[in-house]
């Protein structure tokens, strides 16, 4: 059973920094498509960034240039470096897998998920 553990959220003030783990155990993460998507309060669950399993990263038009999705093979372990916070990406962070080398992971077609970490920006 693939099972995906998030950490390193938190509080911080705006313009700070954070880099969330997501810890994968029982699937190799080069065999996955991994995503990061995030709830805010009271909003639904939307998208942040991906890495396909051939490598290729993306991210959402609102976090562009300010976060990156990276992994580390050896670790099994995906992250998401965050720079420069607003007070708008105050939310709860899920990480997330869907098995397969041609595919894209999203809200919908996801195959595992993370419990979440929250990160809170201060104004």
């Known amino acids: 059973q693939v099972q995906l553990v998030e950490s390193g959220g938190g509080l911080v003030q705006t313009g700070g920094s954070l880099r969330l783990s997501c810890a994968v155990s029982?699937?190799?993460?080069?065999?996955?498509?991994m995503g990061w998507f995030r709830q805010p309060p009271n909003k639904e669950r939307e998208f942040v960034a991906t890495i396909r399993s051939g490598g290729n990263a993306y991210a959402a038009d609102s976090v562009k240039g300010r976060f990156t999705i990276s992994r580390d093979s050896a670790k099994n372990t995906v992250y998401l470096q965050m720079n420069s916070l607003k007070p708008e990406d105050t939310a709860v962070y899920y990480c997330?897998?869907?098995?397969?080398?041609?595919?894209?992971?999203?809200?919908?077609?996801?195959?595992?998920w993370g419990q979440g970490t929250q990160v809170t920006v201060s104004s």
């Open positions: 997330a897998a869907r098995r397969g080398r041609l595919v894209v992971v999203t809200t919908t077609t996801a195959d595992y």
């Open positions: 029982g699937g190799t993460i080069s065999n996955y498509a």
